[in-house]
Each structure stands twice: as C-alpha cells, then as structure tokens.
C-alpha cells in the first residue's frame, strides 16, 4: 500500500536554529498537508499545498514557516529561527483530491525537540 | 466553519466490553467524516470514514461508525475490546474545498 514517508523520525535542534522536515506524498496525490501535535494536545492544521502554492494556512503558521515542494517528489516545512514551543510531533499528509470524501493519507511523523 | 468536538479525554473499558468514543461535529455544509487511531509513537492510521453512501460505515479492526445527521454525531463503536485497541483515536471533518479539521482525541484504556 502506498505511503507517506517522512525523514528524519526525530530531530533535536537549538533553539535559534533552521530546520528543514522532509516528506515524500503518495505519488498521484495532488494536495499536501503540514499538521503538529504538540505532546499530549490535539492534531492542529498548519498548512495545505496545491499546485506548487499555498491553499491555506492557519493562524500557527507564521512567518518563521514555509513550505516547498523543490522537486517532483519532495515536500518540505521549513522553520527559519525554532522556539522551544515549536517542539512537538509535525505530521505531513496528502490527498488524491479536494472533494470531502478523499481522506488523508499520513506519514509517520518527525518529532522535532527543540532545546 | 466546520469543528468537532470529542466528548471524553480518555475512555476506560475492560477487555470485551463495548467501545463507545463519542464525536459530534459541526458543519454549515454536508460533512465529509473520519476516524483515525494513532498507536503510541505512531501516526495516524484511518480507521473508516462517511462520505455519504451509508450511514452506517465499518473499518478496521472491528469498528465500526454511524453517521446521525439529527443528533449531528459520528460515534465510533466496537463490541468487543481487545487490549490492542489502547490507542489515541481522532475523529476529524472535512467538506468539499475545505481542509480537515480533529478533534482533541480520546486516549481509549483497556483493562484485562
């Protein structure tokens, strides 16, 4: 069955510093997704990505976040300067389509610690 | 605007008993509705969804979920617990053009 894959599973930066979260979608999905988990609290919507721009963020994603798709397979979240509250579980999506019936499909998640 | 609301931070049942996570959502247009399990250090596995064609929709792993348009609910059912069913489960909308949205989750407990 096909799979969302995200690199690395974990990720331990400074506070300050850049980090780059990697997603490869399911090849013949079209829209992508960017959710965080902070630990122990809800699922929260960060980002949708549909033909190479943004749909729609959410009030989270700032300017200290942005997203790429650099190539063919890759999807990337970028956080320029991480702050200790940005520590928590960060999970990628896609989806064939935007009608409501498509689900989700979701990686495995990076769990970044910030320190 | 579209939400849903969990009732219940964490479910306790003992092994065999009948599951019931409660989740009632909000939605000014026809929802599209979801289940996810996230197993401990895992990521979301979706469990079933509604998408309109039944009311009454079957998943994995023995659950099952019915849509009630009246009371606004998507509950999420199993008969019988099994202690691999300790999990976090989301229950999550999403319409035609709009993004998903989840619920706060409950952690499902099963004692032996």
């Known amino acids: 069955e096909p799979e969302v894959t995200q690199t690395p599973s974990h990720q331990v930066t400074q506070m300050g510093q850049e980090v780059i979260l990697r997603c490869v979608p399911i090849s013949n999905h079209l829209y992508f997704y960017w959710y965080r988990q902070i630990l122990g609290q809800k699922v929260e919507f960060l980002v949708s990505f549909y033909n190479n721009e943004i749909s729609e963020k959410s009030e989270i994603f700032d300017d200290q976040f942005s997203v790429e798709r650099p190539d063919g397979s890759n999807f990337t979240l970028k956080i320029r300067s991480t702050k200790l509250e940005d520590s928590a579980m960060y999970f990628c999506?896609?989806?064939?389509?935007?009608?409501?019936?498509?689900?989700?499909?979701f990686g495995s998640g990076t769990r970044l610690t910030v320190v | 605007a579209q939400s849903v609301t969990q009732l219940g931070s964490h479910v306790s049942v003992s092994e065999g008993a009948l599951v019931l996570l409660r989740c009632n959502y909000s939605?000014?247009?026809?929802?599209?509705l979801f289940w996810y399990v996230q197993y401990p250090n895992q990521g979301l596995q979706l469990l079933l969804k509604y998408t309109s064609a039944a009311t009454l929709v079957k998943g994995i792993n023995g659950f099952e979920a019915e849509f009630k348009k009246s009371e606004t609910s998507f509950h999420l059912t199993k008969p019988s617990a099994h202690m691999s069913d300790a999990a976090e489960y989301f229950c999550?909308?999403?319409?035609?053009?709009?993004?998903?949205?989840f619920g706060a989750g409950t952690r499902l407990t099963v004692k032996p």
């Open positions: 939605s000014s247009v026809p929802p599209y």
């Open positions: 999550a909308v999403r319409s035609n053009n709009n993004d998903m949205r």
């Open positions: 999506a896609s989806s064939e389509g935007q009608e409501g019936g498509y689900g989700y499909t």
